[in-house]
Every structure is written in structure tokens, then in C-alpha cells.
């Protein structure tokens, strides 16, 4: 997957680093965290499987998203993931 995405997006601009050192006292209060160990860009764990957007008045990214947060593309020109291939990793993830 790595090869089909654009070198900007392969910097991963749209990760949320260090959530575990933000939430680190969760477990102590008997909170449980869901923690990919994967990209956002493989499919996003913060969407449900209807897709809606998170945010009123904000459009979705998608489940398997193919802008990032700023509007940018993901994927080179024709390397996008077709609706198989998302519905695959949603299944899958």
C-alpha cells in the first residue's frame, strides 16, 4: 500500500501521535482505549460503517480515506482503493 500512497501522505500528517502518553491514566480509572497499530489510511477505527462525518457541518475523510484532513489526496493519481478493497479493509479491521 505504501508505494500507491503520495510522498506527503506517506509522512502520515493526519496521525495522532503520542495518544497513549494524552490517555495514559485511562487504564488506571478503568477505562479501556482502542489503539490501531496501523494507519488511519488503512481504515480509520474513529468512523462508524455508515460513514458519517464526526464533526457537524465537516465532511467525512471515509473509512479508507482518500484526502487527508486538509483536503490534499492520499494516493497517486489512480492508485486509490476501489469500493471492494475498502469494503475488504473495513471487514478486516
Given amino acids: 500500500m505504501e508505494e500507491r500512497i503520495t510522498p506527503r501522505g506517506r509522512k502520515l500528517p493526519d496521525t495522532d501521535w503520542y495518544m497513549e502518553h494524552l490517555y495514559a491514566f485511562a487504564l488506571s480509572k478503568g477505562i479501556d482505549i482502542l489503539r490501531a497499530n496501523f494507519s488511519r489510511y ?41 469500493a471492494d478493497e475498502i469494503a475488504a479493509r473495513t471487514d478486516q479491521y
Avoid at 480509520?44 to 490534499?72: E, I, K
Wanted: glycine share 14%; no cysteine.
Fill in 42 to 82: 488503512v481504515v480509520d477505527l474513529n468512523r462508524g460503517r455508515n460513514d458519517a462525518a464526526l464533526y457537524a457541518g465537516r465532511p467525512s475523510t471515509g473509512l479508507a480515506p482518500l484526502l487527508g484532513f486538509d483536503g490534499q489526496p492520499i494516493y497517486q493519481d489512480g492508485q486509490e482503493p476501489d
